[in-house]
């Protein structure tokens, strides 16, 4: 066997691959960005803005609880088989999309979908950490965030243009069909696995005596609350996911009744998350020069702004500038969070820490889909837009009173 070298250098050939893997995840929710409540309203008439945003409800949950179960699956079968087992559970979805009868088949749908991206993102996530060691870990983060965040953008884009030009369905899920191939065969074919590396670091580290690594109960309760750091950076996760959720959900709608076309809603759907993908190439590697604790507080600081922004907003100026806002600080906070993971759990138990942290994150999505929906339905769209405003500033403030700074010199 070759010798195991940790570094993004060291390993550049497959961690370009897993940046490619990733970028397909991406596309696999970014095809539904724009459309989806677009096909629940004129399609399926459903009139509820939490009957609405019910599809984020259930991708929401099913991805928290498979992210938590990923860390575990990765640590006992090994990173490669559950990034293959995502991809298969994947295969359904786009035909399931195009052809659902019901709105009860999108939810299974999106049941599936969130399966996938628990075991599929997290495990590009946990072999990126696996292979970058400890010194570039910031700018690791923030290249796999880039890539499937900017390809949420891409296939936002995409899908939006072609239910303006050919109709909802079926024709801009056929997206859906070539990125599940092209993710399944690179998975199966180039991807390798990671696991040694991990067994590499946790020598440098010095191993932990089997007396002493934590039990998966206590890894859950150190990252949710026990930890100072961890839980800040638990918290900070559900709460960007959620103000992320109601963006899904709600923006969409809140466009259209402004007049905005499928076309410039595709547009407006593609700018948050693609400001988001490619912010993370510099935040990430920022985060690694200047730390975690101020890129993460301010960041959520930013998104707050922007959220407010587009409560505000009635033209599509003042929209633009309100997602190029909140794609700016959620690119602060999303690979810094990551980030700040691997500087605190040991290598021994990191993977499982990363997925009670994307479970508590992805969480977020189905949280802040019920809050949304719910204020939506009772107070209006702008009360539900200024109650997660409020929620996005105030866990910056967590941040900044209660966590400390992560960052190995």
Same mark, same amino acid.
Request: charged residues 10%; without cysteine.
């Given at each position: ?158 899908? $939006?243009?072609? +239910?303006?030009?050919? @109709?909802?369905?079926?024709?801009? %899920?056929?997206? *859906?069909?070539?990125?599940?191939? !092209? &993710? ?121 702004? $922007?959220?407010? +922004?587009?409560?505000? @907003?009635?033209?599509?100026?003042? %929209?633009?500038? *309100?997602?190029?806002?909140?794609? !700016? &600080? ?80």
């Amino acid at each position: 066997m070759n010798q195991i070298r940790l570094g993004l250098r060291e390993n550049l050939g497959q961690f370009s691959l897993l940046v490619l893997v990733n970028a397909f995840v991406g596309a696999m929710v970014g095809m539904e960005r724009s459309i989806l409540p677009a096909i629940a309203e004129q399609e399926f008439h459903l009139v509820a803005k939490t009957a609405v945003l019910s599809f984020i409800v259930v991708f929401g949950l099913t991805k928290a609880f498979t992210n938590y179960l990923a860390g575990r699956l990765s640590d006992r079968f090994g990173r490669r088989h559950v990034l293959i087992a995502g991809w298969w559970v994947a295969a359904p979805v786009p035909f399931l999309l195009m052809w659902a009868p019901s709105w009860n088949w999108v939810l299974a749908a999106n049941a599936l979908l969130g399966i996938s991206q628990g075991l599929t993102w997290s495990t590009t996530v946990i072999m990126k950490i696996d292979l970058a060691g400890p010194h570039k870990r910031g700018l690791a983060m923030g290249l796999n965030e880039f890539a499937g965040y900017f390809a949420v953008a891409l296939s936002a884009l995409a899908t $939006g243009y072609i +239910a303006a030009r050919h @109709g909802l369905r079926p024709e801009p %899920f056929y997206l *859906g069909v070539a990125f599940v191939a !092209i &993710g399944l065969l690179l998975s199966i074919f180039a991807v390798r696995e990671t696991s040694h590396h991990v067994a590499q670091e946790a020598a440098m580290h010095g191993a932990m005596a089997a007396e002493t690594l934590p039990t998966q109960r206590e890894i859950f309760w150190r990252t949710s609350l026990r930890d100072r750091n961890l839980s800040s950076i638990s918290q900070a996760g559900l709460v960007n996911n959620l103000n992320d959720g109601m963006a899904w959900g709600l923006f969409p709608i809140v466009f259209a009744a402004a007049q905005m076309d499928l076309a410039r809603i595709g547009t407006l759907a593609a700018l948050y998350p693609a400001t988001w993908g490619i912010g993370q190439l510099f935040t990430g590697a920022w985060s690694d020069r200047v730390g975690r604790k101020w890129l993460i507080a301010w960041g959520m600081w930013v998104q707050a702004l $922007g959220i407010v +922004a587009i409560t505000m @907003g009635n033209d599509f100026v003042v %929209f633009a500038s *309100g997602a190029v806002l909140l794609g !700016i &600080g959620t690119a602060m906070v999303y690979p810094t969070l990551l980030a700040a993971i691997g500087d605190v759990a040991h290598p021994a138990w990191r993977a499982s820490a990363v997925g009670v942290y994307r479970f508590w994150r992805d969480l977020g999505y189905a949280v802040g889909a019920l809050l949304a929906g719910i204020t939506a339905d009772l107070f209006g769209l702008s009360a539900a837009m200024w109650l997660v405003a409020a929620m996005t500033f105030g866990s910056g403030l967590v941040v900044a009173f209660r966590m400390s700074e992560t960052r190995m010199p």
